[in-house]
């Protein structure tokens, strides 16, 4: 019974040191499992990076076309008040012209 048990004792035994082995190449930090876990842990962290760094960029982006849109609403606020001062400017001699037709009229009819 003795010698049974120091058997199987001594295939524990064994079965552990080839585990120990085989958690000691999976956790290997250059051809292990340990290795690919360092190697995506620093590729999330530079992604991470990437992604504010577009999220910052595309915010000053945004905040910058605004700033267009509304220069752009200003600036075209301002044309079209020029157009209407000006077409108010081209009639306003037409309609002097008129009116000067016609006080030369009454005068010739009172006169």
């Known amino acids: 019974m003795q010698g049974l048990l120091l058997l199987a004792c001594l295939g524990l035994g064994l079965f552990c040191l080839t585990l120990a082995r085989r958690l000691r190449r999976l956790n290997d930090l250059e051809t292990g499992l340990g290795g ?12 991470e990076r990437a992604i504010r760094a577009a999220r910052d960029e595309a915010m000053e982006a945004s905040t910058r076309l605004a700033d ?11 044309w079209d008040l020029r157009a209407r001062i000006g077409a108010a400017a081209a009639e306003a ?19």
Do not use: Y
Request: glycine share 2%; hydrophobic share 50%; net charge positive.
């Open 68 to 78: 267009e849109i509304e220069t752009a609403r200003r600036e075209r606020a301002i």
């Open 93 to 111: 001699p037409q309609t002097l012209s008129a009116a000067r037709r016609l006080r030369k009229r009454a005068e010739a009819a009172h006169g």
């Open 36 to 47: 690919a876990i360092a190697v995506m842990a620093a590729e999330v962290d530079r992604l």
